[in-house]
């Protein structure tokens, strides 16, 4: 008496269309959290890429603030350092620098002799750059940061 078969006929109809709408509704939660994801990674990229902008606003400000020339301060935006994982929010080590400096209250005379300090030929390397702002953000003075970066370069004795 079952109108489509027997009994397994009919478990075998249901199954079989269960397992299909399952398929269908699981790929398309797929494609919908792909989509919100990709909505989002484009939107945080968008706020980095502001918040970016905004941190060079800043940088300039600051510079200007403590009385740096505008030769220096071109010079410092135009320097075009590898970007390294220290860096955050600036693109360069040395205008990285004169961003930490600035932030904790560093004359411009001081932060100048620091960098001619931290410079290696006509660069800044990295790992000075983390030293640099290491010691600045522990309120070091600024006579201390120059004395460790000339011992950094001083060859080793055998």
Known sequence: MYLLGDEGT??????????GVAIVVMVGCYY?????????RRGQAAKLEAQARENQDRLKSLMIQRGMSADEIERILQAEGGKTDFLGETENTEARIVEVLSENGYEAADIERILVAARVGDAIPPSAGKLVVTLAENWAKPADIERVLATRRKPATA
């Open 32 to 40: 919908a959290i792909k989509l919100i994801a990709d909505s989002v």
């Open 10 to 19: 009919v478990g075998l109809f249901f199954s079989a269309s269960f397992v």
